[in-house]
């Protein structure tokens, strides 16, 4: 079965700089869609950012990034020049259609962003 | 455009006392839906999913049960809650076929069984 870790709990970052949160996966599928969900004190998840395992080229939106390693089954979520409105639980998760296309969500981990 | 609603906000309930979780959905057609329960400081947990009307699909063993009645319409129920039933509650809907479908949240029903 499908498993999404993400192995920081909690992550601090100081207001303008940059932060990278962690995520490992493990399949043995080669389509695939990685995906990170930001839950902010509201409680809505709300979509950061996709990334398609068939594409090379790691996704970007604004100040967020992505570092897929499909080799490595890694996929880190890099936040640029923080913002306080950034705080929130973030979720790694995975889907295939293997999987019946549902989403496999990891623990969250907590940012914190310090003024 | 699409919305998705989802009450109550917050529900304070007696262990053995029934539930029921109400979603909609609006703007779109045939959409897919899902119930995640997410425990205190943990991921999500897919509990059902549903593909069409009257089509649930259950993913743990629980005392939780999933209704679809109409096409846009998501009911989480149970006969009698137990105190592990507690958590936070989220409806999604997602639109698209195969692995480029995006899922999109309510806002959450934040459930204490007492």
């Known amino acids: 079965a499908q498993t999404v870790t993400q192995s920081q709990p909690e992550m601090s970052v100081q207001e303008a700089e940059t932060v990278t949160l962690s995520c490992t996966y493990d399949?043995?599928?080669?389509?695939?869609?990685l995906f990170w969900y930001k839950q902010p004190p509201s409680r809505q998840m709300i979509l950061v950012i996709r990334?398609?395992?068939?594409?090379?080229q790691n996704a970007t939106e604004n100040r967020f990034s992505v570092n897929f390693q499909k080799a490595a089954k890694s996929f880190s979520l890099k936040i640029s020049d923080s913002q306080l409105g950034d705080a929130a639980m973030y979720f790694c998760?995975?889907?295939?259609?293997?999987?019946?296309?549902?989403?496999?969500f990891g623990a969250g981990t907590i940012l914190r962003v310090k003024s | 455009s699409q919305t998705i609603h989802q009450w109550p906000a917050t529900l304070v309930q007696p262990v053995g006392s029934p539930l029921s979780l109400e979603c909609t959905v609006e703007?779109?057609?045939?959409?897919?839906l899902y119930w995640y329960r997410q425990a205190a400081g943990r991921g999500l947990q897919l509990l059902f999913y549903?593909?069409?009307?009257?089509?649930i699909s259950s993913e743990v063993p629980q005392n939780l049960s999933a209704s679809r009645p109409q096409d846009r319409q998501f009911i989480l129920s149970s006969k009698k809650l137990l105190l592990s039933d507690s958590g936070f509650y989220l409806c999604?809907?997602?639109?698209?076929?195969?692995?480029?479908?995006?899922?999109?949240f309510g806002s959450g029903t934040q459930l204490s069984v007492l």
């Open positions: 399949t043995s599928e080669s389509d695939y869609y």
């Open positions: 990334q398609e395992a068939y594409k090379q």
């Open positions: 998760a995975y889907r295939s259609a293997a999987n019946g296309n549902k989403l496999v």
């Open positions: 999604a809907w997602s639109e698209g076929v195969g692995t480029y479908e995006k899922l999109f």
């Open positions: 703007g779109t057609s045939n959409p897919n």
């Open positions: 549903s593909v069409g009307i009257g089509q």
